[in-house]
């Protein structure tokens, strides 16, 4: 058995205006430990605790339950006995209990992924002393009744049976308001808390078999070890996967004293932002409950209150509640309670002063005295992300190069989603009102369950109020509608972070989970049913809304104007059609790095002509077949130099094998033989005559164009012509012809020989050139090995890294999804590698490739045009390796552009 041999600190304290730890202690602290140290030194008010290190975590997953307790045991106990010094209790006492809260917190911040205890240390001893050490006996058994309820779900396994069961200690309350003909829980009567504790406990027993732990330290280590377990709990492994977070990072554990928002009207919790978290707007906001705990909050199951006066009257205004009735029944923070708004308000000034960055903040009220217990860089959208970055650089706070250091390139992607067209908004009919959780358009029919969200291609999932537990299908569904929940529900925070349109807190929604249906204001709809959201404004709108491409201007322009000031490398895009280039080319790209003919000759009036030449048994029968496709081809080109007038265009020759285009149904092969007046039993044979065991590596790329040249001469006369034909226009093209699939140098001077040819030829003809040049997609493990010799003859290199991964680590893209999953989940690869290029493997093929094709031309220009091209640790790689450029799709060309900009930064920090 192993065990652990290293001494080294494993727990740290903090509380009390001092620290063992700081924030840049990250990794070993998790974000919520390292925060509450930093806080601690610079005194702001945090209940006192300590951290258990992630490293603990880890060696829990290794050495297990037993051998982790036993080391920790003295140190744990050491670090109770510092928080009861603090506090004046003492933990397990009967008089003087000293509770405490257990909370994950890994290294970056993974809102409701793992869990949470609060309240620990009651039983029904020391349910008695806290009565009569705050001369408070509903807040105590309210605490007790909490306490079993967490403890219960989090570290018993309390869950609902089914998707269609509620909680079943929610169950149990529901059935005692129902008796008692109540409403919120803040009515339950003290007997009626204590009768809750005697069916919760008794629950416990019948569904475990076990007895509610009465034990304070049993408590503890129970809780400690189910943090550690929800660290590979199902939502957080899929939190962790969405993000690419590694699993070797374990999590942290806070033990924390506790501090109550449910001790009466002088109490309570809130969640706060220093600036907007969905729209970057500088204005402090967030939400609060009276006579709460913070779980309350974030749960959604009571719709919270503003903190800002400001943010109460626009919420009003949304909501359709008159002021007079703002005022006596949701008052803000800042009005009930102006001293603590005061306090708060001064914090997180403090805070976002001392983090340069957008903060989100948890605080707790308790009898009139205000403790924070926790600030994180808060999630935000990708609107908001651009903004804070931008207001942030304009405030003097950070500079340039920090400013675009702040953006996350993949969550651009959120601000290049359609959104709804104007007038089509206009004449939509708007069923209810919520609250604008997180921007965005979304259509999509009616799921009640997350785990139903691929039941149609576009979904919006409808809930009471989500959890932790629906993280999955809040990823699916193209939006998400909650009845209940404010800005700060779990709901919103989770949607804003993946940058999911989101609506929450839509009082008027009914939903009845059992019938899968939807009631609003007289209406029903069940599950399939068409609706919208609006989450810039809250709306909730019938049936289908049209949408329009979004329009990029300002703080997205001005990074995007940032990135190109500090990026080395140029993005070009990969673009088959002239409305693909004209997007990419609005978007900043600098030509193109692929363009696939392949996908010219499948358009209906082509393919006719293009399976002729296939069918055809001689050269004189290909040509003529040839003949038919080149004016298509040549219009094809012109369309895409003119959308790309002035900038290079990479054109790839043709590269699948023949069989893609022959038809493989009986009643298309019978119309193909029909048209060229042969026989069917032609047509099968051909086609049987064409079909490959491994077509990947088959009669394809360059070894087509040497089979049969005259396909490559009519390529190449079609891309010639094409510029020849602007040129007369007075538009600028520069072709750049790409040979695939070369694995020898002698195939690529086959190739060039034709091509040279054929350019020759039509300079001739028109007694008028241009420029071009000829180069290779190296996708070949042997050409990059070979690099040095095929760059004598070559004008560019463009790395090809979709075919480069397959042939260098022999995984089928089309079959591997069989085994990456497994592979994945095992750890035995860390990324998919047709997704995040293998640095290490393939990387490696590349800058060989690189450095040997400039040993022999100094000035070869090298670019990337795979799926890699837009994935933002890929472009950095490629920078590191001098490429020239990247290319990718052209909804990718902004993430590309700002993570070369990165790369850049990075490089020369």
């Not at 009569?132 to 609902?160: C, H």
């Not at 049993?218 to 969405?242: E, P, T």
């Not at 392949?598 to 069918?615: G, N, Q, S, T």
């Not at 079609?718 to 602007?726: D, R």
């Amino acid at each position: 058995m192993e065990t652990l041999t290293e001494i080294k600190k494993r727990v740290f304290l903090f509380g009390d205006k001092k620290a063992e730890g700081n924030s840049k202690m990250k990794n070993l602290l998790g974000g919520k430990g390292a925060n509450l140290a930093e806080m601690s030194a610079i005194g702001i008010p945090v209940p006192p605790g300590f951290t258990i290190t992630t490293e603990v975590c880890t060696e829990y997953n290794t050495l297990g339950k037993d051998i982790v307790i036993d080391q920790l045991k003295e140190d744990v106990q050491s670090a109770i006995k510092a928080i009861e010094k603090t506090m004046g209790s003492k933990f397990g006492d009967a008089e003087n209990p000293l509770l405490i809260s257990v909370r994950s917190g890994a290294r970056v911040s993974m809102p409701g992924m793992m869990d949470t205890v609060l309240n620990l240390g009651l039983n029904d001893e020391s349910v008695l002393g806290l009565v009569k050490k705050t001369d408070n006996e509903r807040f105590a058994w309210d605490s007790y009744r909490r306490f079993i309820q967490m403890y219960g779900g989090v570290v018993l396994g309390m869950k609902p049976h089914t998707k269609e069961d509620i909680d079943p200690f929610e169950e149990i309350m529901e059935h005692l308001k129902d008796k008692r003909k109540i409403e919120l829980d803040t009515e339950f009567t003290i007997q009626d808390l204590q009768d809750l504790v005697y069916d919760f406990k008794d629950a416990v027993k019948k569904r475990t078999g076990h007895d509610f732990p009465t034990d304070p330290w049993d408590q503890l280590w129970g809780a400690v070890m189910a943090v550690f377990d929800s660290w590979n709990g199902d939502r957080a492994i899929y939190y962790r996967k969405m993000h690419n977070y590694p699993s070797d990072w374990g999590t942290a554990v806070n033990v924390q004293a506790m501090v109550y928002g449910n001790m009466g009207t002088n109490s309570g919790t809130g969640v706060c932002f220093t600036r907007d978290a969905a729209t970057g707007e500088n204005v402090f906001n967030g939400e609060y409950l009276i006579n709460a705990q913070g779980e309350d909050v974030v749960a959604g199951v009571r719709t919270p209150q503003q903190i800002t006066k400001l943010g109460s009257e626009r919420w009003a205004k949304l909501a359709k509640v008159e002021e007079a009735d703002r005022i006596e029944k949701y008052p803000s923070l800042e009005e009930l309670m102006p001293s603590m708004y005061k306090e708060l308000n001064g914090y997180q000034q403090k805070l976002e002063s001392h983090y340069s960055d957008m903060q989100d903040m948890e605080f707790t009220i308790q009898d009139g005295k205000l403790w924070i217990l926790q600030t994180r860089t808060g999630k935000r959208t990708g609107a908001a992300m651009v903004k804070i970055a931008m207001d942030f650089l304009k405030e003097g706070i950070i500079d340039e190069k920090e400013a675009l250091l702040r953006i996350e390139p993949n969550k651009l992607d959120e601000l290049l989603h359609p959104v709804f067209d104007t007038n089509a908004l206009k004449k939509a009919h708007v069923l209810a009102q919520g609250l604008p959780a997180s921007p965005g358009a979304a259509t999509g029919q009616i799921v009640f369950f997350a785990d139903e969200a691929k039941k149609f291609k576009n979904t919006i999932l409808t809930r009471i109020e989500t959890s932790p537990e629906d993280l999955e299908g809040m990823n699916i569904a193209k939006g998400i509608l909650t009845a209940r929940g404010g800005m700060t529900s779990h709901a919103a925070v989770v949607a804003r972070g993946m940058g999911k349109c989101c609506v929450s807190g839509a009082g008027a929604l009914k939903i009845d989970y059992k019938n899968r249906l939807l009631r609003v204001n007289g209406k029903e709809f069940h599950e399939g049913d068409w609706i919208s959201l609006n989450g810039s404004t809250g709306n909730i709108i019938e049936g289908k809304v049209a949408t329009m491409e979004p329009e990029l201007s300002g703080e997205f322009g001005e990074i995007m104007e940032l990135t190109d000031k500090y990026r080395t490398m140029d993005v070009r895009t990969n673009a088959d059609t002239p409305k693909d280039a004209r997007i990419a080319r609005n978007f900043g790209a600098k030509g193109i790095g692929l363009t696939r003919t392949e996908h010219m000759f499948f358009e209906v009036d082509r393919i006719k002509a293009m399976r002729e030449m296939i069918l055809a048994d001689t050269v004189k029968g290909r040509k003529h077949a040839l003949e038919e496709l080149l004016p298509m081809q040549r219009s094809d080109f012109e369309g895409i130099f003119e959308a790309m007038q002035g900038l290079p265009v990479t054109v790839r020759l043709l590269d699948p094998p023949l069989h893609e285009f022959v038809p493989h149904q009986l009643a298309t092969q019978k119309e193909l033989a029909e048209d060229m007046h042969i026989s069917l039993a032609a047509v099968k044979n051909k086609v049987a005559e064409l079909e490959e065991f491994n077509p990947m590596l088959g009669h394809r790329g360059c070894r087509l164009g040497n089979t049969y040249p005259e396909i490559t001469e009519m390529q190449t006369r079609a891309i010639i012509e094409a510029a020849l034909n602007l040129k007369e226009k007075g538009i600028l093209a520069f072709p750049e012809i790409m040979v695939p699939l070369v694995g020898t140098t002698n195939e690529f001077i086959e190739q060039k020989k034709v091509i040279t040819a054929t350019a020759d030829t039509v300079f001739k003809e028109r007694n008028d050139s241009i420029d071009y040049s000829v180069g290779t997609m190296i996708e070949i493990p042997r050409a990059a090995l070979m690099a040095d010799k095929i760059a004598e003859h070559a004008d560019f290199f463009s790395f090809g890294t979709n075919d480069l991964t397959q042939m260098t680590m022999g995984y089928s893209r089309d079959d591997a999804g069989k085994f990456l999953n497994v592979y994945l989940e095992k750890g035995i690869l860390t990324q998919d590698p047709f997704e995040v290029l293998d640095q290490e493997g393939v990387g490696q093929l590349v800058e060989m490739g690189t450095q040997r094709g400039r040993s022999t031309k100094p000035n070869l220009k090298v670019g990337i045009c795979g799926e890699h091209g837009g994935e933002p640790s890929s472009v950095e790689f490629c920078h590191k390796t001098g490429m020239n450029y990247v290319s990718c799709s052209p909804f990718r060309v902004p993430i590309a552009r700002l993570a070369a900009a990165q790369a850049a930064i990075k490089a020369k920090a």
